[in-house]
């Protein structure tokens, strides 16, 4: 997690292109913004262009030497401070870079924590009194779209306002934020914000559920296909990181990658380019990832099933959802939030919810976090017809499923459903289309497991001996709404 050093703009210059990723790398999980250079040419270009807070540069370069970016930077009278990154053993330049006015020099090879504590001296001194005209950088405010995004976060506790104050800050640059937190914290809501935050906001925002998509197709969806590529590939189709060139795409459930993907989405990080399958050649894609996992990240790196090089690109920035439980002061203001939400889109006045009924929602422990006090509010409002939600309005989650939920079954299906269909009738109902007998016993099955999971999806794949990845491509398959479904059967409703 980046530390709480000022954020600062950072150029860092260096030929040897893994080495400028990694200091790129240490500097973004700092919360810099870094811009990179390879020769005295790109950096000199970049220095004429605008200001940096610290200019850091290899000595040896292949036009010259980063002493004279150090002298050109003295001469001219600029504020940048200046780290000079010198050979092994080669105490005559860093002694020579020192009296060029270098605030610091750092021996190959790097210390990364040594580069860090570089950095923050050289910003702590930029900044002390001595230095006034250098105004520290503030944040510039979030475009309009940004600050109706940082609204729809709601709540009012420490964490709540500490997450979108680090939403607004890192939104500017380019580094990849992962966001951790349980199901229904909001971490799509968060993943929204910083990308609406950004300079990205006129840009696309794809949202990708890589837990929901069959392993066969994830290449192709991930990166688009020619035509002809796979069978049933009938036309050219953009894949995700095409869709997403100019904007944010938003990798939720990264968790649940499989291996074999991850390697393929580490190289498109590293080269930023891709393939589409069947393509002969490949296409630049400027994309900046956003991912989020309720799961436990380093646990899987440990375990083998998430490659730790992927886990670093990915988590330069890191952010936390709070959980509801640990932010109860929240739930009056949010339960309010929602039921306005809730009741705009069905076109209903807003009811008032009871003393009693905020009290009863307060006792509840709620691990499905907001999305469940959604669930339960939507619930509410359905089986209420007056202007004020009581307890008794909120009933009890494991009652039967709602009618709307499930459509009548077809007569033929039904005989086969009830155990008590004598044989004679079996034999005069079966059914026309066995795919769609089997689609509706699945659906129904489905149903009735997730509702006595309370439509947590995860508890209800595990009652069925399937992984989460499997219950939601199901759902997706069988068009199953659940409660709090804003709009179509892809719904993140009940995991935890
Ligand atoms: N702070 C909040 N303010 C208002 N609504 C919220 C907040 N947090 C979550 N929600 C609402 O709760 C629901 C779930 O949020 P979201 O999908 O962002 O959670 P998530 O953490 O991404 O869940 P999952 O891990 O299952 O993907 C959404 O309808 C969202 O609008």
């Keep these: ?160 306002v500490q997450i979108k104050g680090r939403i607004e800050k890192v939104a500017t640059s380019m580094a990849p934020v992962l966001i951790l937190g349980e199901s229904g914290t909001g971490k799509e809501l968060v993943a929204r914000a910083v990308h609406e935050c950004s300079h990205r906001a006129h840009g696309p925002f794809i949202a990708v559920n890589c837990g929901a998509i069959p392993e066969n197709l994830i290449e192709a969806e991930f990166f688009g296909a020619r035509k002809g590529a796979y069978t049933g590939a009938s036309a050219d189709r953009e894949g995700y990181f095409q869709a997403a060139h100019g904007g944010t795409l938003f990798l939720d459930e990264i968790g649940d ?50 490659r730790q090089d992927l886990y670093y690109r990915l988590n330069v920035i890191g952010l936390r959802t709070p959980a509801l439980r640990d932010r109860p002061e929240d739930l009056p203001e949010l339960a309010h939030a929602l039921l306005v939400r809730l009741c705009h889109d069905a076109g209903q006045a807003v009811p008032d919810l009871s003393p009693a009924a905020l009290h009863w929602l307060q006792s509840r422990e709620l691990p499905g976090n907001v999305r469940e006090l959604e669930n339960l509010l939507q619930r509410a409002l359905a089986l209420s017809s007056g202007a004020v939600l009581h307890p008794a309005d909120f009933g009890e989650i494991s009652d039967t499923i709602p009618d709307t939920l499930v459509d009548p079954l077809p007569a033929a299906v039904d005989a086969f459903a009830r155990p008590s269909a004598a044989s004679d009738a079996r034999d005069a109902a079966l059914p026309d289309d066995l795919q769609r007998y089997l689609d509706e016993q699945e659906r129904r099955v489905l149903l009735q497991a997730l509702q006595a999971c309370g439509f947590n999806r995860t508890a209800a794949a595990a009652r069925l001996g399937l992984n989460l990845r499997q219950m939601r491509y199901r759902i997706q398959r069988l068009g199953i709404m659940l409660p709090g479904a804003a709009g179509g059967a892809d719904t993140e409703a009940g995991d935890v």
């Excluded at 210059?13 to 913004?33: C, F, K, N, Q, S």
């Excluded at 976060?153 to 964490?159: D, F």
């Excluded at 990832?289 to 380093?298: E, F, G, K, W, Y």
């Design 257 to 306: 990658l499989p291996l074999a993907m991850q390697a393929k989405l580490l190289r498109v990080i590293q080269e930023r380019r891709v393939r589409a399958l069947g393509a002969v050649q490949e296409e630049a894609v400027d994309v900046r990832l956003v991912s989020a996992t309720h799961r436990d990240l380093p646990a899987l790196v440990q375990a083998g099933q998430f």
């Design 1 to 160: 997690m980046p530390s709480p050093t000022p954020s600062a703009s950072i150029l860092v210059v260096d030929d040897e292109p893994d080495l400028r990723t990694l200091y790129e790398l240490t500097l973004l999980r700092e919360g810099h913004a870094v811009t990179t250079a390879a020769d005295l040419q790109q950096a000199r270009e970049q220095l004429a262009s605008r200001r940096f807070d610290v200019l850091i540069s290899d000595m040896q370069l292949p036009d010259g030497l980063g002493l004279s970016l150090l002298r050109e930077v003295a001469e001219r009278q600029r504020s940048e401070k200046c780290i000079v990154i010198t050979a092994h053993g080669s105490a005559e330049n860093a002694v020579e870079s020192l009296k060029a006015g270098a605030f610091d020099y750092l021996t190959k090879p790097v210390d990364l924590r040594q580069l860090r504590s570089a950095v923050s001296a050289a910003l702590l001194s930029q900044r002390a009194p001595a230095a006034a005209p250098n105004e520290p950088q503030r944040v510039a405010p979030p475009p309009p779209s940004g600050v109706r995004a940082l609204e729809r976060i709601v709540g009012r506790s420490s964490s709540i």
